[in-house]
């Protein structure tokens, strides 16, 4: 019923099938699954998909207590995606929870404060979950917010957000200024230390902006597409690293995903975990996969990492 695992009657047999997979891999409850096989969908927009989180089982003890609704009306107020239940339902604080957890708000209600430690301790985990069931459906656009969203939590900043937010000796009003300019991150690469000290017009800071940037795990790709029949192609796809490795940041290694996508970034045709190790942060890495083809033939497909 749920999808977790197939039954042969013949044989008598139990298999687990991908969902399975998944759900023993994080620790989802059978009520969880059945509500994200039952929910998700591949046009899901983002607000939709908090709510699809809000209601994962794992929350069904959580109580909307009456001296937190005032707080949690505030929250409601200030976190960034809007939130259509009322404040009533369980999902309705479980959602502005995770939001005020990513936005680092402030809570003011011990109880409040344990729910907060509740939500937050699983969230990375369902979310991890829900990326891997959209990312083996298929579905780009879904695979896309729901991975942005897994980022989101694990580094508690939004997406809109610059990412220098995660270097922490960077000072929060350099921070909020190169975010009021809107000034495009890949353009960053672009300048040197004293046009960045000129932009944010503190001169003696670009050096060390400059550094950050550099940073920041980057990579260069080639592609060699090779026909291998008239429903398959040979890829071939060199990943060159583009940025300056620091055990204290990076650890001992930085994972990517590999996605390739049709013509209309609908379909996810392909993917792949590539993790980069620290000692390798200087070599070219050679990843070779086949891709099918479909009629009629696509002017094109989307790589991305």
């Not at 008598?12 to 929910?39: D, K, P, V, W």
């Amino acid at each position: 019923r749920c999808g977790l695992v197939k039954y042969d009657r013949k044989t008598g047999q139990f298999q687990a099938t991908e969902t399975g997979r998944i759900a023993s891999h994080y620790y989802c409850t059978h009520e969880t699954m059945q509500t994200y096989n039952q929910l998700l969908k591949p046009t899901l927009s983002e607000i939709e998909l908090f709510r699809v989180f809000s209601l994962s089982g794992e929350f069904k003890n959580i109580t909307v207590r009456e001296e937190e609704k005032l707080e949690l009306q505030k929250l409601m107020e200030r976190v960034p995606i809007p939130i259509k239940e009322s404040m009533e339902e369980t999902s309705a604080k479980v959602n502005v929870l995770l939001q005020a957890y990513i936005s680092q708000l402030k809570l003011e209600g011990f109880a409040l404060m344990s729910d907060m430690v509740y939500v937050t301790q699983s969230a990375a985990r369902l979310m991890r979950a829900i990326f891997e069931i959209v990312l083996h459906r298929g579905w780009a656009q879904l695979a896309d917010k729901s991975l942005s969203l897994c980022k989101m939590i694990d580094k508690r900043m939004w997406q809109s957000m610059s990412p220098l937010r995660q270097f922490r000796k960077m000072p929060e009003e350099i921070v909020r200024k190169i975010e009021k300019k809107n000034f495009p991150w890949e353009r960053l690469y672009d300048l040197g230390p004293n046009e960045i000290g000129e932009l944010i017009r503190v001169p003696k800071l670009g050096k060390t902006i400059h550094k950050y940037v550099h940073q920041f795990p980057k990579l260069e790709l080639s592609t060699h597409i090779q026909p291998i029949t008239r429903a398959m192609l040979k890829v071939e796809l060199t990943i060159t690293p583009d940025f300056q490795w620091d055990d204290k940041l990076h650890g001992q290694s930085e994972a990517f995903w590999i996605l390739v996508e049709d013509v209309d970034s609908e379909v996810i045709l392909h993917h792949e975990y590539f993790l980069l190790k620290a000692k390798y942060c200087q070599d070219e890495h050679l990843i070779k996969f086949f891709v099918p083809i479909f009629e009629p033939l696509p002017p094109q497909y989307f790589l991305r990492i």
